[in-house]
């Protein structure tokens, strides 16, 4: 695309060269320009991306989009100089795709939790309901039945728009994907045309990116400011922060709720662990899926549906039958009727919110195993949160490891042990072993009762020193189901 047509709409500070050059690739990483490619210099978290403007100059990059100009430049180069390089950049890949959120129903889901979930069932439904629909989201990027493996919950500005552009292609009417707060941080969903957003709930998370909690907030607020007029802005009113969200947005206000008037209003009348009933505007339905945070989920699906166009009785009698997306409480049931629960919950809220709901869910005395980690390198303050949440409601605790990455696995469990509530020794183990303390846990469990195995959800992996190895969390569950029924 000439570079030209590739500026339209974004705001320039100064040019210099050859403005009729054609750009054959955009990219943010000098170790993929190359000739025919427009480098854009990125302020990252790491380093900045202006150092690497020479090596890409070598390696024969034809347009140069940066903040700062070099003080010696190529004279074969173009160089664009722009206020915000994250913000043009958006702005030009949507120019250089052509526009692919134009050409089909993108709706986003912002949120603490549950964005995982309810952009994974809008999908599901409408496939279900004979849609060509593209999903993006933290598990899994899919086209229609396509799986492309995702790295992050938002791609970045490039890949975004070329996977939107890919499904324009093959024929997707409607994407649903999730909007994180890192995302409308660094301008990655500029330039994109949603026909709807939705909010979900939001607690602390993300503070180290963030620094304080009135900037998380504002970055979600962000996303609900830029949506157009002819988008729907679909927000949870039980949330503190629901109407907040609302403020300055031009698109349509509408609103779900549990608990008061929305514009969907939904109530539980009766939940067990395989499924609850709901009164949903008035009609009584069936879900498989259960727990107070998936009604939430089901009335925000169910509420988007609706503003899409769709009618609200064949959704609802679709939505019934959906199951649990993967990792988010996902039950494996052994022969003798433990319930493995395998459930994403890595903060403390999260994990709180999956325990709290097991809780209102069991009808008898069932025991509530829990094996819970923390991830090293991450977060510190949160492990010994996590320890006592757990202890707090379960009845037996096994703390294990949790993604180590490059810290001492044992370190961690030490500082989790420290969140131990002396009363709750007893009930306590520590097995470094993630394998070993599934195992243990399943052994310590009769029929009926609970393992609740926490944090890693869909993952695939254990990461231990910068190697990934297959680890899956409900595949282990299986095989320790398998070996306790042939012992007993
Ligand atoms: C904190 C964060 O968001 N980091 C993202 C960011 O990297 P960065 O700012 O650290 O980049 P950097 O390493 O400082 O480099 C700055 C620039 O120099 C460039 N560079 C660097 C080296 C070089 O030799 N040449 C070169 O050109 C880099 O490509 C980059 O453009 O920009 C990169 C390129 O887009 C992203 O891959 C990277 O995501 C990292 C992997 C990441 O972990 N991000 C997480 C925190 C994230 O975004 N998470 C949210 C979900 C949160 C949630 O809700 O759970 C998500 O949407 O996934």
New binding site residues.
């Given amino acids: 695309m000439q570079l030209t047509n590739l500026l339209y709409k974004v705001p320039l500070q100064s040019t210099s060269g050859n403005m009729s050059v054609d750009v054959m690739k955009l990219?943010?990483?000098?170790?993929?320009?190359g000739p025919g490619s427009l480098?854009?210099?990125?302020?990252?978290?790491?380093?900045?991306?202006h150092?690497?403007i020479d090596?890409?100059v070598e390696q024969g990059v034809t347009v140069i989009l940066c903040e700062e100009l070099p003080d010696n430049r190529a004279n074969d180069v173009t160089y664009v100089q722009v206020q915000d390089t994250s913000y043009a950049l958006g702005l030009m890949a949507a120019n250089f795709y052509e526009h692919p959120s134009q050409k089909l129903k993108l709706v986003g889901v912002t949120g603490?939790n549950g964005?995982t979930s309810t952009a994974t069932l809008l999908f599901r439904l409408f496939r279900q309901r004979g849609y060509r629909t593209g999903l993006l989201s933290?598990v899994q990027n899919q086209i229609d039945e396509t799986v492309i493996p995702?790295?992050?919950?938002?791609?970045?500005?490039i890949?975004l728009n070329e996977l939107l552009a890919q499904m324009v292609q093959r024929g997707c009417s409607h994407c649903f994907m999730?909007?994180?707060?890192?995302?409308m941080?660094?301008h990655?969903v500029v330039g994109l045309h949603f026909a709807g957003g939705i909010f979900t709930n939001i607690t602390h998370?993300?503070l180290d990116?963030h620094e304080t909690f009135d900037n998380y907030i504002k970055a979600k607020k962000s996303f609900f400011d830029q949506l157009p007029a002819s988008a729907f802005a679909l927000t949870n009113l039980d949330d503190k922060r629901g109407l907040v969200m609302l403020q300055n947005t031009a698109a349509r206000k509408e609103s779900y709720s549990l608990q008061t008037l929305g514009s969907f209003k939904g109530r539980i009348l009766s939940e067990g662990l395989f499924g609850m009933q709901m009164d949903v505007d008035g009609r009584e339905v069936w879900f498989k899926l259960t727990g107070r945070f998936n009604a939430y989920n089901l009335l925000a699906v169910y509420g988007a549906a609706v503003l899409l166009g769709e009618d609200a009785e064949e959704v609802l009698t679709q939505l019934s039958s959906l199951a649990s997306p993967p990792g988010r409480f996902e039950m494996v049931i052994s022969d003798n009727k433990i319930v493995g629960i395998v459930d994403y919950a890595h903060t403390p809220d999260a994990l709180q919110n999956v325990l709290e709901t097991i809780a209102g869910l069991r009808q008898g005395n069932e025991q509530v195993i829990t094996v819970v980690g923390c991830g090293g390198n991450r977060d510190v303050t949160k492990r010994p949160i996590m320890a006592e949440i757990a202890c707090k409601f379960s009845d037996r605790v096994i703390l294990t490891s949790d993604n180590p990455r490059n810290e001492d696995p044992m370190a961690i469990l030490e500082q989790m042990q420290a969140g131990v509530p002396p009363i709750h020794f007893k009930k306590t183990q520590t097995i470094v072993d993630r394998h070993e303390a599934i195992f243990q846990a399943v052994a310590l469990a009769g029929p009926h009762d609970v393992v609740l195995v926490a944090g890693k959800g869909h993952e695939t992996y254990q990461e231990i020193k910068g190697v990934k190895y297959d680890f899956d969390d409900r595949q282990v569950l299986r095989e320790a189901f398998q070996q306790s029924i042939s012992e007993k």
């Fill in positions: 990219t943010m990483d000098s170790r993929q320009a480098f854009a210099a990125i302020r990252g978290t790491q380093t900045d991306g150092q690497f090596k890409a603490t964005k933290t995702a790295t992050h919950t938002t791609p970045d500005t890949a999730e909007v994180s707060s890192h995302a941080v660094q990655r998370d993300h990116f």
